[in-house]
């Protein structure tokens, strides 16, 4: 709960889903079936690096402060590339020793390499988009979702649906996919949507995610990516904070 990535990835599970995954993920040490039911070995977003990831400017910080650097799990999910504290772009390595875990250096820490002049860092990812602000809301909601304890929602499809449509993005009881489609576009852009692998458009169409992402009745029986909930309530609130204070 505090020290992994799993918050992020059950934060919109209800209440009791989210305590079922901590104590079979805490009452084993084999997670891949797990892993494999929470989604994570097919996620659809392509900006997910298997390398660890770390920010220089968070690195400097925890070198005054403590004496030595470390890895932060904020800095490790997926469609995360700039650090949420600093907005600094982040890292996976050194440019002349390579990416993390550097050979024969397995075990070292954050912003650490061969070099005795001191870490050159090396990009996470050279193929970032030009407009940064999205990826830095990106990864302050996603800092938020790893360090809360779960939605206040019990079937966040069917709120999101319902919120949709109260939104004027719907006729009746209908949410117009098209319109959703378009305010995801306005708020993180195309090169950030393509970037993270989760395009709205195909083929001209509203892409699929976006109706299956708004089927309550899906609740509990089929998982869609955290980053995909992220991108419909960005285009609908300012923030995560701001969407669960909408609960009554």
């Known amino acids: 709960r505090n020290h992994t990535s799993l918050p992020y990835f059950i934060y919109f599970d209800n209440e009791d889903d989210r305590k079922r995954y901590l104590a079979r993920f805490a009452g084993t040490s084999l997670s891949h079936l797990l892993c494999m039911s929470l989604g994570l070995l097919n996620n659809r977003c392509k900006a997910w690096s298997i390398h660890p990831r770390y920010c220089s400017t968070c690195v400097e910080e925890n070198n005054d402060a403590l004496g030595f650097s470390l890895f932060r799990r904020e800095h490790q999910l997926p469609g995360v590339a700039v650090c949420w504290r600093h907005g600094t772009v982040l890292a996976q390595g050194c440019n002349h020793c390579g990416p993390y875990p550097i050979k024969r250096r397995a075990l070292s820490m954050a912003g650490k390499c061969y070099c005795n002049k001191g870490i050159d860092p090396l ?83 509203p892409a699929a995610w976006i109706s299956r992402l708004l089927m309550g009745q899906l609740h509990g029986q089929r998982r869609s990516a955290t980053i995909l909930f992220l991108l419909v309530i960005g285009s609908l609130y300012e923030s995560v904070e701001a969407f669960e204070k909408t609960v009554v």
């Open 123 to 205: 990009p996470a990812d050279p193929t970032l988009p030009a407009d940064k602000e999205p990826l830095l809301w990106l990864a302050r909601q996603s800092a938020t979702l790893v360090n809360a304890s779960g939605t206040s929602y019990v079937n966040i499809r069917a709120t999101l649906r319902e919120i949709v449509i109260n939104k004027g993005f719907g006729r009746g009881s209908l949410p117009k996919l098209a319109h959703i489609a378009e305010a995801i576009e306005r708020r993180f852009g195309n090169d950030t949507l393509e970037w993270l692998g989760t395009p709205v458009w195909k083929n001209g169409l």
